[in-house]
């Protein structure tokens, strides 16, 4: 509100060294997570959070990278990852800078309990002009950015790129800029963001969490239709930008999305990605919750031959008191249960015929003080059901 420049000083601060940030604790874990692990033992380790889509002033964001990755640890994250646009507004990311950028994610990577991903947002126009917006997700350095506007005009051309990496990618907003299905790569494209600042992108007419846009055959449900298989993500798409230009949920433009992954330990950026790799993750609209899915030996993320019958098992942990868990198959509400606790399991019992079916868990919470409510969904489990 001040309507000129003040210059101030801050008081009982030593300058002869650099300020050191503490870290937050981690989110608790409580015995009824670590018994929802067991099933998931397989993997070994434990669930981390994490933001899987940010920015700094490199492309469209405020901040240094090294800000935005420090304060991702500072708020006690498990890990992070700064995907910087590959253009935007016109200008291109440099060289010099793509250089930066994979410096400060090996340096800030190696902060204790902490591990980051190379990425960038290879940025086109909104479908059907263009092919939207893809964040690749990188195990190792990557040795170039290629971007929309030289090499990689098209969907398809960015994955003839990608194929001799260790890469996964994941488009994001598609309900604003959509998504080509129609180049799906099942090898490369293992993700998809289905909530960040902009909004919810799990089915068309859904509830709780608007969403930026109307473009319907780019939701998840949209791609699981068409028998696609992915993961889901949840990332705050952070810009450092108050309210984010009137569409963020929340004040803080670092809670509009998360990351779980179970991912074995040492959680190092290899077993990180092996993990998203995998699929075996879930998204939150924010906070820390939990939505585990899995039937017998195969976790969420899986792909796997199933009976005419099929047992479905969940567990659900909220940050505050929990409202409903729902099981979803093939974009249908098959299994809804209502709840009035913060932590809760179940299970379901299917016979979908044969075919292939996707079943994901989504979980809805109370609304904060804010009046925000907040939900989870587990990665979809994939069953294919020969008779």
Not at 48 to 77: C, K, Q, Y
Not at 331 to 340: I, N, R, S, T
Not at 351 to 369: C, F, K
């Amino acid at each position: 509100a001040r309507k000129a420049v003040v210059l101030e000083t801050l008081g009982g601060l030593d300058q002869r060294r650099a300020p050191r940030a503490r870290p937050s604790p981690p989110p608790a874990t409580s015995p009824g997570v670590e018994q929802a692990l067991e099933p998931l033992r397989a993997l070994g380790g434990r669930i981390n959070w994490g933001d899987v889509h940010m920015h700094s002033a490199l492309s469209d964001g405020t901040g240094t990278p090294d800000e935005i990755l420090a304060r991702a640890w500072a708020r006690g994250l498990d890990f992070a990852v700064l995907s910087d646009h590959d253009n935007i507004v016109g200008t291109r990311m440099l060289p010099s800078e793509h250089a930066e950028l994979m410096w400060v994610t090996d340096k800030l990577g190696r902060l204790d309990g902490f591990t980051t991903l190379h990425a960038y947002e290879w940025t086109t126009p909104p479908t059907p002009t263009g092919s939207g917006h893809q964040i690749a997700y990188f195990k190792e350095r990557p040795p170039v950015v290629y971007g929309y506007r030289d090499v990689a005009p098209t969907l398809s051309e960015l994955n003839k790129k990608l194929s001799d990496l260790k890469v996964f990618t994941a488009p994001h907003h598609s309900t604003w800029t959509g998504t080509p299905w129609a180049s799906y790569d099942e090898e490369i494209q293992r993700q998809f963001e289905i909530v960040s600042v902009h909004g919810l992108a799990e089915a068309p007419g859904q509830q709780h969490v608007a969403a930026r846009g109307e473009v319907p055959d780019s939701t998840a449900a949209a791609g699981l239709a068409l028998g696609l298989e992915f993961g889901f993500l949840g990332g705050s798409d952070a810009h450092g930008l108050l309210w984010h230009h009137g569409i963020a949920r929340r004040r803080d433009p670092w809670t509009q999305g998360l990351t779980g992954v179970v991912c074995r330990e040492p959680c190092s950026r290899e077993a990180l990605f092996e993990s998203l790799y995998a699929r075996h993750s879930f998204a939150t609209s924010g906070p820390p919750m939990v939505a585990l899915l899995w039937s017998g030996p195969s976790r969420m993320g899986d792909s796997f031959e199933a009976g005419e019958s099929i047992r479905i098992q969940w567990r659900a942990r909220g940050t505050r008191e929990l409202q409903q868990a729902v099981i979803v198959r093939n974009g249908q509400d098959v299994h809804v249960v209502d709840l009035v606790d913060s932590e809760a399991e179940g299970s379901f019992t299917d016979t979908p015929g044969p075919g292939s079916h996707s079943y994901y868990l989504r979980v809805l919470q109370a609304p904060d003080e804010e009046s925000v409510p907040d939900l989870a969904w587990s990665s979809p489990l994939f069953a294919e059901v020969s008779r």
